[in-house]
């Protein structure tokens, strides 16, 4: 029952004069239970207010219909519709006498149960029939047995996703998966709680005066709790299509941490969401090639509600109710009232690239003229952007929300206009317009422009890291945002696993050989994963899935749970099944992958970032890489998003790798990562080369060094360049600026006096701060005859690090039967040596830890 006032249209009769039974008294079969608890006095259900028994017994507080006809004093009233509170005896439903006949599931239906007649006070007389399952269901039924012409009492209700409901300091209602349903409908079935039911009869002959209403059984018992009279012209209890209003922050009102305002409500009717207005420069959207978040209105919000045409809007707060908006009366626009057009215009959206007409998928953003988000059919209307709560095709920046679409989708659209964004990945403009949405408007076509072409210069873009996603959502966002390979990853959290199920060992889904285009591919592996030395991630390995997916305990494995294994066992496996090893989110765990990087077993180092909106290229991940050149450790970087939310961005960081003259396969990416023609970027394309050798590759000079000469090209098409450095060895040597420009290319000699490595980095930013990272090379190594590639603190600091990982095995991990143990300590000490060594035969002092 709702905390606001009853509909004025609405009078309820007092029924005590008639009233022939108490609630406890009535037989089992229509004992309403704590139904109505604590429902006595005035009351109010769907807006309609009725006068309910009182509590003191053992006094009548219910119309037992049974055998004699109840007469009702109406005293020359007038109604367009009578609206009860009732219920009819639970029976059983006989499906098949002998075999299916005992279940109480209120599916019975069409019975007679009793007869309302409508006495006027000139004589005449209207009876209407009161069917079983029309205007009158059972107090307990099964799912899906709800009434055709009645409502249940119980209210629907609004509810916030957990995190949202902890945000808000509210307890949650609802558990975690269908928090992100954001309702309950009232119609609960016998085993969640028992309903009366909610009819309005329509009166024949509004303008008659009533005299009586005649109540009568028709062979099966039922009780009456409630009486109303309405004078709207609708049916009370039918609303209206979901609407949308601006007003005016009511006073005493406050929006949450979650941009929610609570404390609105209605009485024939329900709020669904108020939120802020987004308020977006409509000058600006068209030109403006960058992520520009709205501003969040502090004083206007849009309510989006539910509700019969003659509903009232209440702000409810400590002090009382007020009324913010009667729907019944034109909006009041010196009171800041708007209604918002509703999105009710069926339009079907098709995507083609320009230059083929060729359908593609796109993530698109749609919003009306107040700032609300517009979703195609199948999207939510707001997108949660919180852990493992939404993993369905969307993506959700700042107030920004997307929604990943094939070529063709459709959208219910308001008249007027309407921002449309569409993103293709990164070799393609983004497209802005604003469509002029007309009641003829059934179809429009956007055409995107690919404005880059490094695809067809051999290029293939990836994300290494990805989580969550069924194989084929991957499959489509990978394909909306131009990402030709997306590696969806199993792994454990404590007791949860994630996408085992999706793993078989073989299939790259996408792929020719399985009935795909070829062109955009998903491919399930595992990220093995422990808190303390470390994650790995295991791309493309055929053959069983590699277990345990995480060990050692807490976070990523269970409480109780042994040290099993290292990294390194688990990349061995990998690389003996053919898979491709990725060291995750540089730099970090800082552990045991120094040590896997000296025995020579990670394929890649990966930059992790969730969303480049807000984020980017880790400048400690790319220092902690450079430690590994240094040393001459030849691995390229890559790119991943770690996505495991729609608050993150698939490809948002990813990597390029070049096929050079190779088919495009799964196999053959992974050949190319390996061989280190590769670069990491949230959005500028980079190529280097050095004395004509790709990254991956090496020059060799004599022992007296030269001259190398280094030319290098960057292209954008969302992220301005700011800033273009070849490094060397971690220098700069040279720096271009780029002007925030979409193209720059360059060319410089570089003295080489010792062994060293050159690469290109890239700055610039989706954001205000153009100093961020936005792209790098791999490197190319030069190496002069005779000298190694070292670097004694890159050296001192990963034997640190293995010490560390010795340490924790030996001391506080938890120990597994003695000969894994003993396998365990036999790698990190061959890791230990191996770098060990190289730091003897170079005279290099370092503090030996005790025992060593």
């Known amino acids: 029952m709702s905390q606001v006032p009853a509909t004025p249209l609405g009078r309820p009769i007092d029924l005590s004069a008639v009233f022939n039974a108490t609630r406890a008294g009535l037989p089992a079969a229509l004992h309403p239970g704590t139904a109505l608890d604590p429902g006595y006095g005035e009351a109010a259900f769907w807006g ?13 507080d219910v119309i037992h219909l049974t055998d004699d006809t109840v007469h009702v004093a109406l005293d020359g009233s007038l109604a367009n519709w009578l609206v009860f509170l009732h219920c009819v005896e639970d029976i059983k439903t006989n499906y098949l006498a002998g075999f299916a006949d005992d279940s109480r599931d209120g599916n019975s239906v069409g019975d007679p149960v009793a007869e309302y007649a409508l006495v006027y006070t000139d004589g005449s007389r209207h009876a209407q029939p009161i069917r079983r399952r029309f205007a009158i269901q059972q107090l307990r039924i099964g799912w899906g047995a709800s009434a055709f012409e009645a409502v249940p009492h119980r209210p629907h209700t609004v509810d916030p996703t957990m995190m949202e409901a902890y945000a808000m300091g509210v307890t949650p209602r609802t558990s975690y998966g269908y928090g992100e349903v954001r309702h309950n409908s009232g119609r609960q079935s016998g085993s969640e709680g028992e309903n009366l039911w909610v ?24 009780a009456i709790f409630g009486l109303s009279l309405v004078q709207t012209a609708q049916n009370p209890l039918r609303w209206e299509p979901r609407r949308k209003l601006r007003v005016p922050l009511p006073p005493g009102l406050a929006i949450s941490e979650t941009e929610d305002v609570l404390g609105l409500d209605m ?21 403006d090639p960058f992520d520009r978040q709205p501003a969040v209105s502090t004083d206007e919000i849009v309510v989006e509600y539910a509700a019969h045409p003659d509903a009232r809007l209440y702000a409810a707060t400590k002090e009382g109710c007020s009324l913010v908006a009667d729907l019944a009366q034109d909006p009041d626009a010196e009171a800041g009232l708007q209604v918002i057009e509703p999105a009710s215009r069926p339009v079907k959206l098709r995507f083609r690239l320009r230059e083929n007409g060729q359908p593609i998928a796109v993530r698109l953003h749609l919003h009306g003229a107040h700032g609300e988000y517009l979703p195609p059919r199948g999207g939510h209307r707001r997108v949660n952007g919180h852990w493992f709560e939404d993993n369905y095709g969307e993506f959700v920046n700042g107030a920004n929300q997307y929604a990943y679409v094939h070529g063709d989708v ?30 003829e408007t059934e179809e429009v076509v956007v055409e995107l422009d690919r404005v880059l072409r490094w695809r067809e210069q051999g290029w293939v873009s990836a994300d290494t890291h990805v989580h969550f996603l069924s194989p084929t959502t991957a499959l489509l966002e990978g394909a909306a945002e131009g990402l030709n390979v997306v590696n969806l990853l199993v792994s454990q959290w404590g007791e949860m696993f994630s996408n085992v199920t999706d793993f078989d060992g073989a299939t790259t889904l996408g792929a020719r050989d399985f009935g795909g285009d070829g062109e955009y591919l998903v491919r399930v592996g595992t990220e093995n994963r422990m808190h303390v030395l470390g994650h790995v991630s295991l791309l493309g390995y055929s053959g069983e899935m590699i277990h345990p997916l995480c060990t050692g305990g807490p976070n990523e494995s269970a409480i109780g749970d042994a040290q099993e294994v290292t990294m390194a066992q688990w990349s061995r496996r990998c690389i003996e099944q053919g898979g491709l090893v990725i060291s995750p989110h540089g730099p970090n765990p800082q552990g045991e992958r120094a040590a896997d990087v000296v025995l020579g077993l990670v394929h890649g180092i990966e930059m992790m970032v969730m969303n480049p909106y807000s984020q980017q290229i880790s400048k400690y991940g790319i220092a902690d890489w450079y430690r590994f050149l240094n040393l001459g450790y030849h691995i390229p970087v890559v790119g991943g998003s770690d996505k495991m939310m729609a608050s993150a961005l698939l490809g948002g960081v990813r990597t390029y790798a070049n096929l050079g003259a190779r088919e495009f396969t799964y196999e053959n990416w992974m050949d190319a990562v390996r061989d280190g023609d590769t670069f990491v970027t949230i959005g500028p394309l980079v190529d280097v080369g050095v004395e004509g050798q790709r990254p991956g590759t090496r020059v060799r000079l004599p022992a007296s060094g030269g001259t190398v000469a280094v030319e290098w090209k960057v292209e954008s098409v969302r992220v301005p360049i700011h800033r273009v450095e070849v490094i060397v060895g971690g ?47 791999s490197a190319i190594m030069v190496t002069l005859e005779g000298s190694a590639h070292f670097n004694d603190e890159a050296a001192v600091s990963l034997l640190a690090q293995i010490e560390g990982t010795q340490a924790y095995l030996e001391t506080i991990a938890t120990r597994p039967d003695e000969q894994r143990f003993q396998a365990m300590r036999l790698v990190l000490e061959q890791a230990y040596n191996r770098l060990h060594q190289r730091m003897h035969a170079r005279g290099i002092f370092h503090r030996h830890p005790h025992g060593k």
């Open 48 to 60: 309609v207010p009725f006068l309910l028994g009182g509590a003191s017994s053992p006094d009548p």
């Open 731 to 777: 220098r700069i040597v040279q720096l271009e600026d780029g002007n925030g420009g979409r193209a720059l290319k360059g060319a410089c000699s570089v003295q080489v006096t010792e062994s060293t490595w050159i690469a290109v980095r890239v700055r610039g930013t989706y954001t205000e701060d153009p100093e961020r990272i936005a792209a790098h090379s």
């Open 199 to 222: 009819y309005a009869m329509p009166n024949p002959h509004p303008d008659l005066p009533l005299d009586t209403l005649e109540l009568t059984s028709r062979g099966e018992e039922a």
């Open 410 to 439: 459709e959208a219910e659209l308001p008249l007027g206009p309407v921002y449309l964004e569409a993103v293709y990945g990164l070799e393609a403009l983004p497209h802005r317009e604003v469509l002029d949405i007309g009641p």
């Open 267 to 287: 009485d024939m009717g329900m709020v669904i969401s108020a939120r802020p207005v987004l308020v977006y420069d409509p000058e600006s959207w068209k030109p």
